[in-house]
Nanobody
Framework: QVQLVESGGGLVQSGGSLRLSCVAS????????MGWYRQAPGNQRELVAS???????NYADSVKGRFTISRDNAKNTVYLQMNSLTPEDTAVYYC????????????????WGQGTQVTVSS
């Protein structure tokens, strides 16, 4: 079994910063990619940023230049540094991992965290 646990969400004023963390644990053989998605009320879940095991990164246009994704492979942890936050960034942020479990190393499966709320006040 694999668990993804997010932390670091909260309430911040517009222009402020937050840092999200997500730790993957359990039956992990290797992690191909980790990322962050968000979902605001009434909206679909959307990709915020992702990173591969080789360090390649991808960002949504709306967060480029403000958010930075990073990863500590040794700790199976991914971070999202969020700067210059605006009320439009308010959402539940979900951690995502595409990984191979020790019990099924030939198959890449996707796992999700439970989500952490980020609220930006104007």
């Amino acid at each position: 079994q694999v668990q993804l646990v997010e932390s670091g969400g909260g309430l911040v004023q517009s222009g402020g910063s937050l840092r999200l963390s997500c730790v993957a644990s359990g039956d992990i053989f290797s992690i191909d990619a980790m990322g962050w998605y968000r979902q605001a009320p009434g909206n679909q879940r959307e990709l915020v940023a992702s990173t591969t095991s080789r360090g390649n990164t991808n960002y949504a246009d709306s967060v480029k230049g403000r958010f930075t994704i990073s990863r500590d492979n040794a700790k199976n942890t991914v971070y999202l540094q969020m700067n210059s936050l605006t009320p439009e960034d308010t959402a539940v942020y979900y951690c995502d991992a595409k990984l191979r479990a020790r019990s099924f190393p030939a198959s890449v499966r996707e796992y999700w965290g439970q989500g952490t709320q980020v609220t930006v006040s104007s």
